[in-house]
């Protein structure tokens, strides 16, 4: 799912392209991806788009008659661009948007239709789908501290809560706790000061170390590959590989559609983590130490 650096890029780049453009025509490939009933999307025709924003990990695009228009692309949803007078690809897109500058066509790989399209009548509508979470880059360590022990999850789960923190997902709270050198199911409320503060800088790290590489990255181009899984990256989708700090294997947790990745050394004490299936299955030959790990690998 693209995250707060992705959409940040995403957004940058449709400026570029789309400062003061017209919204001529929507045409919507598949009926299920518009979740509002009004206003109508025919109403957004022949406006001239005046904002763009980041609402946690959504893009909304606002118009001169005050009406926004919301795209959440979920897990698999993409966008494209295709200049003015190039030609659109065959492919059938949820949704194409034809400006007067381009195309902008939104796209979802697989089969299950998780990306959506809100269309609200005006500002403060549209702010209904603002989960509340606080934008890191934006607050100090003491807003950081009260939001992050607000509830007592795990870090894992903190970092994610939309209605705590804004625009961080699977892969860079990932990337975030490995920088911080915490154990994704150290419970919040379990925390010292020292970790706070310690979590708070690897957050804003994180978070702008990928914004400006992806920005170096693309340029002024619009962003083509847009994916979880970066070769850069520490640990996130990097399992059973070398972590770059100490070469332990990185391990993970599987749950449901997702799964955590993390380095038992750098991270937790040397001890693993039970994944909720495997170790379930394995009982007690789950090796719980890396020393234990390493003795039941073959190669």
């Not at 509002?36 to 924003?53: D, K, M, S, Y």
């Not at 698999?76 to 030609?87: E, I, P, T």
């Not at 975030?176 to 409320?189: E, N």
Request: net charge positive; with cysteine; charged share 25%.
């Amino acid at each position: 799912m693209p995250e707060l650096p992705d959409i940040e890029i995403y957004i940058e780049a449709l400026a570029l392209r789309l400062d003061k453009a017209t919204l001529v025509q929507t045409t919507l490939g598949n009926p299920f991806l518009l979740r509002t009933v009004t206003p109508a999307i025919n109403e957004f025709e022949n406006r001239q788009l005046t904002e763009l924003r980041r609402i946690g990990k959504r893009i909304a695009f606002g118009f001169d008659n005050n009406k926004w228009l919301v795209i959440h692309l979920m897990i698999a949803g993409r966008l494209q661009w295709v200049d003015s007078g190039k030609k659109v690809p065959a492919r059938k897109s949820l949704a194409s948007f034809e400006f007067d500058t381009g195309h902008l066509l939104l796209t979802e790989a697989g089969s299950k239709r998780r990306a959506s399209l809100h269309l609200f009548t005006n500002e403060q509508d549209m702010l209904s789908i603002d989960r509340g979470g606080l934008e890191i880059c934006s607050i100090d360590e003491d807003q950081f501290h009260e939001r992050l022990t607000l509830r007592n999850h795990t870090l894992k789960r903190a970092l994610t809560d939309q209605s705590l923190f804004s625009g961080i997902g699977n892969a860079y709270s990932d990337e975030i706790l490995h920088h911080a050198k915490l154990s994704p199911v150290l419970q919040t409320h379990k925390m010292d000061k020292q970790q706070v503060d310690g979590l708070f800088t690897s957050c804003k790290y994180i978070l702008n170390h990928w914004t400006e590489s992806l920005r170096a990255e693309i340029g002024d181009a619009f962003p083509k590959k847009v994916t979880a899984f970066k070769e850069a990256m520490a640990v996130h989708g990097k399992y059973q590989q070398p972590c770059p700090v100490c070469e332990t294997k990185v391990q993970r947790i599987r749950y449901a559609n997702n799964e955590t990745n993390y380095c038992p050394r750098c991270q937790t004490g040397g001890k693993l983590l039970a994944d909720r299936s495997l170790s379930r299955l394995l009982k007690k030959d789950w090796p719980k130490t890396i020393e234990a790990l390493e003795e039941s690998d073959p190669v």
